[in-house]
């Protein structure tokens, strides 16, 4: 696909000493991940204060671990696409990259970007639910042995280390991430833009002089507060940045 546009934010790319991406759920729906609010999305059929939130938790953790234990089984059988292999070779290449992302999935990482920023947690990352003082720690078995699990540190029960809503997000994250907020090329990529803290990210990095780019299939939230919004699918869109073609 040879576009004009394409070949122009590509020489931005190439030429922008910082650059920082935000990624959503959209980057991870080619690889067959549900988004939350699209026609199949998951908030269509669960309501989040059931599931997503600490009073859920504290209601009721069978219910909220039997739906993340199902989210970690299918998440399990997919594989980055193009969109996050795209990524991973800009973490690789250029100089000043943060990948900043709201996804808890873990594919940006499996498709080889280190150093990811995840915004909401990981889905892959328990924590105590008591805070009795251990970090969280990484388990990826799918089943998991125990449902709810335990803290290995207490014996009390472990919740997903992900952000619930009403809860802050996490302030070495938020401090990493505002940090690549002093960049001159913003990308935002497969969000709806409509969930804050991350969604506001956008208007700090264009406040100190960034170029905003928004890449989504829709309209969104964001389409109107970017220097230019890009439609179209991040699996396609992406991979042609580094390499417009001929
Ligand atoms: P949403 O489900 O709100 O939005 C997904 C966006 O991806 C929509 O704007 C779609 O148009 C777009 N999209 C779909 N397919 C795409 C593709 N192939 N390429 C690019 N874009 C595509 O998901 P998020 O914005 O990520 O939070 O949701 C933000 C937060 O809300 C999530 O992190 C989660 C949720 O509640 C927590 O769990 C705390």
Redesign the pocket.
Known sequence: MHDPSISALSLRLQRARRITVLT????S??SGIP????PQ?L?RSHR?EDL?TPQAFGRDPQLVWEWYAWRRKHIASCEPNA?HVALARWSQVLPCFTLIT???DGLHERAGTSGVLR??GSIWHLRCWDRCGIEPWRDDRVPLPELPPRCPACGGLARPD????GEPIDHRVLDQCQAALDCDLFIV???????YP?AGLLDVAAARGAFTVE????A?DASSRVNLSWR????QVLPLLLDPGP
Do not use: M
Not at 35 to 38: A, E, I, S
């Open positions: 959503g759920a959209g980057v729906a080619p988004t939350f609010r699209g999305g908030w989040p997503a969109g709201q996804n808890v915004f909401h992900v952000v619930w809503f990529a497969g969000t709806s833009s409509v969930v991350a890449i989504n299939p829709e969104t179209g699918p991040a699996e």
